[in-house]
């Protein structure tokens, strides 16, 4: 068996930050970190196509574990697009580097999600917001759950419709009434004064 001297070094300068991390795991434990936090992720030297290096990583544990815990639930996020089913593409306007505006882009990979130390994560780049829902259903598609729960879930998006639906139709209803513009958002001010204008 031939071992490349190349990827020997590699492993080794690995095993010098993977020992300066461990050192500093104790205070790290304190780390306060939230569920859709993006963070560089000292991931090192993965073995086979495991995800390895820094990359942005954004954590998916619950926020009560992310206190307790000393570790955190992480999934990477990469350039190259995966299975839709198991990634969630980032193409929100999120600005990070302070000192070289760079925008974050790319994929969440969920098939590579893994338990980390909190010593691994590095400065926190941004906070994930737009992409959360679907982030929650490709977690369930990608642990084989989302078939278990896709009623519940399709139930949920209908009623969340219909409710929406009706306060649509509401407003439109009391803008006609009160003669205002219908393509105008609702100021509650300017019905409060209309209402009372009239009285």
């Known amino acids: ?19 300066f991390l461990d050192f500093h795991n104790k205070s790290a434990r304190k780390r306060v970190v939230r569920r859709g936090e993006v963070y ?8 086979g196509n495991e995800l390895e290096k820094n990359r942005p990583c954004v954590i998916i544990q619950n926020d009560i574990a992310n206190k307790k815990a000393g570790t955190t639930i992480i999934a990477p996020i990469t350039n ?8 969630v593409e980032i193409i929100g306007d999120y600005p ?18 893994k338990s980390v130390s909190k010593a691994r994560l590095g400065d926190q780049i941004t906070n994930l917001k737009e992409e959360i829902n679907e982030l929650d259903e490709k977690i369930l598609s990608s642990l084989g ?11 949920d998006k209908k009623y969340i419709k219909k409710v929406n639906d009706k306060n649509y139709m509401m407003k439109q209803i009391i803008k006609r009434e009160l003669g205002l513009d219908e393509d105008k958002k609702i100021d509650i001010e300017e019905i409060y004064e209309k209402i009372t204008v009239e009285k």
């Open 1 to 19: 068996m031939k071992i490349r001297l190349d990827k020997a070094q590699k492993h080794l300068d690995w095993l010098k930050e993977l020992l």
């Open 40 to 47: 560089e992720c000292h991931l090192g030297k993965g073995i």
């Open 80 to 87: 190259t697009p995966g299975p839709k089913k198991i990634c």
């Open 96 to 113: 990070y580097h302070r000192n070289k505006p760079k925008k974050l882009q790319g994929y969440i990979n969920l098939s590579h999600m």
């Open 145 to 155: 759950l989302y078939k278990k729960y896709k009623r519940t879930i399709d139930k």
